[in-house]
């Protein structure tokens, strides 16, 4: 196996083996492969695509091949429709600047499109043929719970972030596009929708969805914009859904490694809130052109402990602002100076490295042992 070098770097390597036992013989399978004259067109008219980025080289991709092939062959079977489900491929050798944009950095890699839109989270269950199938099963579930009286909305969990839409019918443009943004952000909101009589007083001016915050204090926020236009609706639902500031864990360390943008990263005592609105209010301000390209993040001081000490600091320093490029970490100067051009010194070193590490072929499982490291 080849590894990537020791970076210094909050992104999480995952080391283990998966041992391949008792594989049927596949049939005829339907994969599509992409090439740059084709993906624009199958994966925009994919509701559920999985796309596996291999090299012909490496051991592990072709020892996933039969897996995946056989799981195309069972969801062909339960879902016919070649629009409602793809399974489709592309040879990075081949076609390394597909590779490049969707910031691919290991052999084999699965991941998971929606209408052409790629998830933030690839693939990371066993690769057998039963869980691949199981996966594609889960994402065709609806995520919508739908709501038979308007007593439901009172019980919803506020603990959650939550969008609420209110239609006159199901099969409408207005839900369709409702639909459409739920199966994109089912990750990272709770979807519930209201039709017809249940939801008459609520739709005074037509069509109505809302959005409840957590908290039980915080107001609900309505969604002013057009239904039928979806990159408005989605944007909106996005901005939302996933905060512009999120909390990095142990837990949630590599799925955000894997969205292949670099981090900024504030580490703070737990307690110190006001440390981190002032953050968040600074990121808003000045970055918020850069969301989608810059992953801005919080972390807790102690329990990233020791990733601190391999930049020279202590929870004593707290609080502290580093840029991870997943090449090198640099400490920003003065947390009190956040105010004044927050990001200008480290954009002009050309700190924003977009180029992935290395490229290696991985062997993967699920459960593993996290390794953050510096050099």
Known sequence: MKLPPIVSSLGVVFF????????????????TSLDTGNIEDILNNAGVALVNFYADWCRFSQMLQPIFEEASNI???????????VFARVDCDQHSDIAQRYRISKYPTLKLFRN??????????????????????QQKVDPIKEIHSLEEVNTVDRDRRNIIGYFDQKDSENYHTFEKVANILRDDCVFLAAFGDVSQTERFSG????YKPMGETVPDMVYLGSLTNFDLTYAWAQ?????????????????????????????HVKEDT???????????????????????????????????????KTPADCPVIAIDSFRHMYVYPEFRDIEMHLLEREKKLGVWIRKPVSI?????????TRHISFA
Not at 207 to 210: E, G, H, M, S
Request: glycine share 6%; net charge negative; hydrophobic share 40%.
């Open 16 to 31: 283990t083996i998966l041992l391949v036992t008792g594989l049927s013989t596949p049939g005829q399978a339907e994969i």
């Open 75 to 85: 969801a062909r079977e339960e879902f016919p429709d070649v629009t409602q489900v």
């Open 116 to 137: 052409g839109m790629m998830m933030k989270r690839e693939y990371r269950g066993q690769r057998s043929v039963t869980a691949i199938a199981d996966f594609i099963r």
């Open 207 to 210: 069509d109505n969805v809302i």
């Open 239 to 267: 901005d939302k859904c996933v905060p512009l500031v999120r909390e990095i864990t142990f837990e949630n360390g590599e799925e955000l490694t894997e969205e292949g943008i670099p981090f900024l990263i504030l580490f």
């Open 274 to 312: 006001e440390s981190l609105e002032k953050f968040q209010h600074e990121v808003a301000r000045q970055l918020i052109s850069e969301k989608g390209s810059i992953n801005f993040l919080h972390a807790d001081c102690e329990k990233f402990r020791h990733p601190l000490l391999h930049i020279q």
């Open 360 to 368: 290696w072929c991985d062997h993967h499982l699920p459960h593993a």
